[in-house]
């Protein structure tokens, strides 16, 4: 669905940005660098700041909390089962006495490192095969979109399940890697495009003109102009990868207890929702924060990387 | 058109053997083999070398994977064509074939009434661009795609099933009760609803664009300045142009389908094909795992076909 969005929404962008008379104005405005533009249009989006904030605090109590309270997300006792929330545990307690405040925390920073680590291995995947293929051409490019092709055929959800069956259930790291190894279409796609397009450019000639090697006209020439693209499917896969994990811990394949997971802590969702139904809202509640936050900082992202955005001078 | 289904039909042909090697060697990655479940003391060791020869364990893997695919293809007359579950022992073409009408039933239906419910929503949201009425839809459609299936779920399980009792909270029909149908549409209700709300919340989304981009067209401008009603204009000429690529939708959202529906089913104890994927990983069932994998490819690369085909039908610009 991610997919669909990103490129109609590219699309409306573009037309409805696209502005003439920019050059009758060039003696007007003090010089501005490329990534001046992009702070004065990322900071005009409200929304996409907003979502900026919400992620930092999202990560930094995920990082601060567990630190500071160690492993006593794991701690049971019996004699404060199911308790009420109350000023010294702000959510309760579950039905084994686990402080429920302090699992969110843990939860939340396993959820998040695994959806930032899921987009790391997707982007290193991607653009390494994105850029191969389209800056070779010819069958470089095609073996490696007709092997985009097949992935995008599958089922991934199953397959994700496939590989987390055969590598192993409960792992973090096999989640990230049945996360990472089915995700990288995208990505792959986005760089082969940008590749495909500046390969020819002028800057591009130049420098193999001046004898660079392919190597470095790949790394140090196309590759830093063809990220923004990347960077904004990044920063939505992100929402993408931590859906994935928190539904697969759910469903009993990723993070098990007593580890946390924002999916795992629904996982008793059958009795809960009889006797105790108060435990399923903050686990839900931050699943949802972290999506919109990601989703929002994208759709941010992909405005202000966008060079053709105008930006309004104040 | 016949030429061009045909065409399309055999370029699919690489992409599912692509499937089929990708799913065999991640199965063939398992610890352990099919034989594992004998190995016991009452079992003697060179009864597992039969075994092991009868099942073709012992052949390199190449030879392995072609005669398990060209087994694969003769599931309509063979029902041992994709082996048997490790759980039960049943053909597992048996434990598949009984789930996917229940299954399509759940994901047809949900398709149905996304359909119904986005296109004029979207449609609303793009002819009042900026209204409130946009705003609204548009803030809806954000929050439905930022929850997640399960929390979805859960929380139309909670609400109208818990709280409300108005609609059962698992299972096709009432247990001990004579199936009818207006118990069979109440069963249906929740699943059908958790699934059908995030497509719809991604569906309003693109249908909302589509329509916006088509009303920026010379064409509309050309119709409204000649003087047409304005909803001439609206359904006659824009929105026509602007339901084309909900076509490709229709192919595209497959996959999260069929993801939905694995996490859905579980939700609902709802017994179709995604239940099953998730037993089956549960208990190591390895053929069946297999076996739906390769369904749920044919069925995307299925659904992606008839998109297209669709398309060329609706849209006379597309030539074959």
């Known amino acids: 669905m991610e997919r669909i969005d990103t490129t109609v929404a590219t699309r409306t962008g573009a037309t409805t940005a696209a502005s003439g008379g920019d050059e009758d104005e060039v003696d007007l405005i003090p010089v501005r660098t490329y990534w001046m533009l992009v702070r004065q249009r990322f900071l005009q989006h409200r929304l996409a700041v907003m979502a900026l904030f919400l992620m930092a605090f999202l990560v930094a109590i995920a990082i601060i909390v567990p630190t500071l309270t160690g492993d006593a997300y794991t701690k049971t006792s019996l004699s404060k089962a199911m308790q009420p929330p109350s000023l010294s545990m702000p959510l309760g307690t579950n039905q084994i006495g686990q402080d429920m405040f302090l699992r969110l925390m843990k939860a939340l920073q396993t959820s998040l490192f695994i959806g930032f680590m899921s987009v790391v291995i997707i982007g290193l995947i991607g653009v390494t095969l994105g850029a191969l293929a389209g800056y070779y051409g010819g069958w470089v490019d095609n073996v490696i979109m007709r092997f985009v092709d097949v992935i995008l055929s599958l089922p991934v959800f199953f397959m994700i399940l496939i590989i987390v069956a055969v590598l192993g259930k409960g792992s973090a790291l096999v989640v990230v890697i049945a996360i990472g190894l089915t995700g990288w279409t995208l990505a792959c796609r986005l760089v082969r495009a940008e590749f495909l397009k500046l390969r020819e450019a002028d800057f591009v000639q130049a420098a193999r003109a001046l004898g660079a090697s392919n190597r470095r006209i790949i790394a140090r020439h196309i590759l830093p102009a063809a990220l923004a693209p990347v960077v904004v499917a990044a920063t939505l896969g992100i929402a993408d990868s931590v859906v994935a994990e928190a539904s697969l811990s759910f469903l009993g394949f990723g993070i098990s207890p007593p580890e946390a997971s924002l999916g795992n802590l629904l996982k008793n969702f059958e009795e809960d929702i009889q006797v105790r139904a108060h435990l399923l809202v903050p686990p839900s509640v931050t699943i949802v924060l972290v999506v919109l936050a990601a989703s929002f900082l994208g759709d941010g992202l992909r405005d202000a990387l966008d060079p053709r955005q105008r930006v309004e001078s104040k | ?320």
């Open chain 2, 1 to 320: 058109m016949a030429t061009y289904v045909l065409r399309r039909l055999i370029q699919a042909i690489p992409i599912l053997i692509g499937i089929s090697v990708i799913s065999f060697l991640i199965i063939n990655l398992a610890p352990g083999d099919p034989t594992d479940r004998f190995r016991s003391g009452r079992v003697s060791a060179e009864t597992i070398a039969n075994l092991i020869r009868l099942y073709g364990l012992d052949k390199p893997l190449p030879e392995q994977f072609v005669s398990w695919f060209t087994a694969f293809w003769q599931f309509p007359f063979r029902s041992d064509a994709w082996g048997f579950s490790f759980v039960d022992g049943r053909p597992v073409v048996e434990k598949i074939f009984e789930k996917i009408p229940t299954t399509l039933e759940l994901m047809l239906t949900s398709l149905v009434l996304t359909m119904i419910v986005s296109i004029p929503l979207g449609v609303l949201a793009a002819v009042k661009q900026y209204s409130w009425a946009d705003k609204i839809i548009t803030t809806m459609a954000t929050v439905g795609y930022a929850l997640p299936s399960f929390v979805l779920g859960i929380l139309l399980l909670y609400i109208f099933s818990i709280k409300l009792n108005l609609f059962p909270s698992f299972g096709r029909h009432t247990l001990g009760q004579e199936s009818s149908f207006p118990d069979y549409l109440r069963h249906l209700f929740l699943p059908v609803c958790s699934l059908a709300i995030q497509q719809i919340a991604g569906w309003s989304r693109y249908m909302r664009s589509s329509m916006l981009e088509v009303l920026q067209q010379d064409y509309v401008r050309t119709a409204r300045a000649k003087g047409l009603p304005g909803s001439r204009v609206l359904y006659k000429h824009a929105l026509k142009n602007a339901l084309l690529p909900v076509i490709t939708l229709l192919g595209l959202s497959l996959p999260s389908l069929l993801a939905g529906a694995a996490i859905t089913e579980s939700i609902f104890t709802w017994p179709g094909l995604g239940l099953l994927a998730v037993q089956s990983v549960t208990t190591n069932d390895f053929p069946v795992v297999l076996a739906i994998v390769m369904i749920g490819g044919m069925m995307v690369l299925l659904g992606n076909l008839v998109a297209d085909v669709l398309y060329g039908f609706v849209d006379p610009r597309i030539k074959y």
